[in-house]
């Protein structure tokens, strides 16, 4: 009960966003909104199966890409574009997390990395069809279907990918309360037991992989047509690690949190790129304050104090996810 | 009817032969032990059969079907259920949370994406179950590192009974408990089997656990069965007494 109110509450602000800010801010408001899917996708893997990728920038090039070219060449309208841009990246993912959850620890954050580099590397490759280090400029957001074109304004746009977000988060928060959640809940906790219990944990890792892959290229497929452009730095190493700390700052394990965490550090970063060059100093000494001090990260350190405030411990068990 | 049969289990560790050509059949509802001095091959003998790993050599048929080689997690669904030595639980969650995990896996739809919440209903139903079976009904909600050592190893044994097992293999359940503990232990175990119809094979290495629960007695030593009997003729044995002795001298 509670928790619906909080998110009718979030969705009716986020709905009022765009006639309480100038409208050259939307431009990074939504920005921050697919930062914040993006955060939350990988959320399933760190928060829900302590599985640390260091490759999940792969989710969101690929989901770029796809889009990308699935409007250059066939110039598909914008929502089917990001649905079938979405499957073609997750169908890929498919093999490749097969392999990487075959392993554990630092193996497998080790090849998420190594799948995300070679991804990299085949878009130099592949110059003809990925453009090389020029990337892709001049994606736009085709109208359609059914004569729908709110979407190719940059408010209708916004409402979009709020929506997109919105449903994300309905899906993660019935996976990870499902059945199958609470087995990875098991993995998190005790790998080895979670097997001995009856579990096919690769089956588990795997699946919760793919998931976590979809939800990234769901968010790296809405960024093309809103920016305009693809190019390799969304495949970049760096964005992997920026989106993992996006996920511990703001609270890993809660969905929520990584989508607060993704929203404050997008703000942040054009706050703080405006007023000086050396921003990533900001960025890292706000990372090194939270794992020292608030490992629960930013969701976690709001839940401790409605916890507190409300003093009601039985309620507690249930109150967060 | 046998309802565990295992012909010349064997288990190389490099060159270290840690079960020779183990032959063992347990009846079904029988409470059976298994004990022998440290390094005898009693924990060797339970992963072997519930598949944390392959034997080297010979075979192991549960309930007439052949298990040998098989997963761990695919054995469980033949009705084999087992406790480890080292406590093995999920720490961070809470008591009733780590019974519904074993559960839940018995049960179809265990893995459902979506939705499921008769699943997880059912998965709690019977936790709940257990925890009554082991009177542990008081602390569901706490965090399951916050419990004593003793109530840690009640909570491993309510996890394997939670899949409605056949055969349940218990390692070292009174390992590291106080003598009041590993009394109170006992009465529960035995309380729990005096239905009859589940099977228990027991490692155990305090003696008045063994002799008051079970009702026949392997001997491991060195990786070989050398006494098998009720436990008159196994405290008897003049082999067993040499080989605890002289088990306990070479360590």
Known sequence: ??????????????????????????????????????????????????????????????????????????????????????????????????????????????????????????????????GGSNGLPGITRPAGPFGLDFFQSKIGYYYMVLAFLIASFLICRNIVNSPFGKVLSGIRENEMKTQALGYNVRNYK??????????GSLSGALFTPYAGFASPELFFWLISGTVLIMVIVGGSGTLIGPIIGGIFFILLEHELSEITQLWPLAFGTVFIMFVLFFPQGIWGIFTTISKKSKSNPSESGHAHS | ????????????????????????????????????????????????????????????????????????????????????????LFPELSVIENISIASQAKLKGAWLPLGGSSVLAEA??????????????????????????????????????????????LDEPTQGLSVEETQSTVDILKDLLSSGDLTVILVEHDMEVVFNLAERISVLHQGRIIADGDPEEVKASKVVQDAYLGGFEDA
Not at chain 1, 30 to 37: N, P, Y
Not at chain 2, 52 to 70: E, H, L, Q, S
């Open chain 2, 124 to 169: 709690k139903h019977k936790a709940e179950l257990a925890l009554e079976k082991l009177k542990l009904t008081d602390l569901a909600y706490l965090p399951s590192n916050t419990l004593s050592h003793g109530d840690q190893r009640l909570l491993e044994i309510a996890m394997a009974i939670s899949q409605d097992p056949l055969l349940l293999m």
């Open chain 2, 1 to 88: 009817m046998h309802i565990l049969e295992c012909q010349k289990l064997t288990k190389h560790f490099g060159a270290l032969e840690a079960l020779s050509d183990v032959d063992m059949k347990v009846r079904k509802g029988e409470v059976r032990a298994v004990i022998g001095p440290n390094g005898a091959g009693k924990s060797t003998l339970f992963n072997a059969i519930n598949g944390v790993f392959p034997a080297t050599r010979g075979k192991c048929f549960f309930n007439g079907k052949d298990i040998t080689g098989m997963m761990m997690q695919d054995i469980v669904k033949f009705g084999i259920s087992r406790t480890f030595q080292l406590t093995n």
């Open chain 1, 1 to 130: 009960m509670r928790f619906w109110l909080l998110l009718g509450t979030a969705i009716l602000f986020s709905i009022c966003i765009p006639f309480m800010v100038p409208y050259y801010a939307m431009t990074i408001v939504i920005a921050a909104l697919i930062w914040g899917l993006f955060a939350m996708s990988l959320d399933l893997l760190v928060g829900y199966t302590r599985l640390y990728s260091f490759g999940h920038v792969a989710s969101y090039g690929l989901g770029a890409y796809s889009s990308a070219l699935l409007i250059l060449h066939f110039d598909i309208p914008v929502p089917i574009t990001i649905f079938l841009a979405t499957g073609i990246a997750t169908l890929i993912a498919v093999p490749i997390t097969w392999i990487c959850t075959r392993t554990h620890g630092v193996s497998f954050a080790m090849l998420t990395l190594a799948f995300a580099q070679l991804g990299y590397a085949m878009l130099f490759r592949f110059k003809e069809f990925t």
């Open chain 1, 206 to 215: 795997w699946f919760v992989a793919i998931m976590s892959y979809m939800f």
